[in-house]
């Protein structure tokens, strides 16, 4: 029969591996959120400068393009910052702060989103609008 004390060791042992495979992945998140808040950066930067650009910068489609892209962005920021956060916070009620921080983000990239698809609506029906027709 076993021993009781030797599998108290085992569980204990497991329970460490699996807490330290949990950070790993945690942080394999935080890293990814980050890189994604990079990404989101660099089409912000290049977008507006397009913005500025272009001679029909003034066309309500494309500033709501780049108004969901803004909007994007910092939600993207709070989020990964967050998450960040929350690797380090061992408080209980600052950690559901953060998560709670975490989800005002994901509700600013979702809205951001949004927005832009119907700015990208606008500049589909604005280019629509151009195009002659063929008349037989």
Do not use: C
Not at 64 to 84: C, F, H, K, N, P
């Amino acid at each position: 029969m076993d021993n009781p004390k030797h599998m108290n060791q085992n569980e204990k042992d497991l329970n460490v591996n699996k807490s330290k495979k949990i950070l790993q992945l945690e942080k394999e998140v935080s890293f990814g959120l980050w890189v994604q808040v990079l990404g989101q950066i660099i089409e912000l930067k290049g977008l507006s400068e397009l913005f500025h650009l272009e001679e029909d910068a003034n066309a309500i489609g494309e500033k709501q393009i780049l108004t969901g892209v803004w909007i994007r962005t910092i939600g993207q920021i709070l989020e990964a910052v967050s998450v960040s956060r929350q690797l380090r916070e061992t408080d209980l009620v600052k950690l559901i702060q953060e998560q709670k921080l975490a989800i005002t983000g994901d509700l600013l990239v979702s809205i951001g989103s949004a927005y832009e698809v119907i700015g990208g609506i606008h500049v589909l029906e604005e280019e629509s609008a151009k195009i002659i027709p063929l008349v037989p």
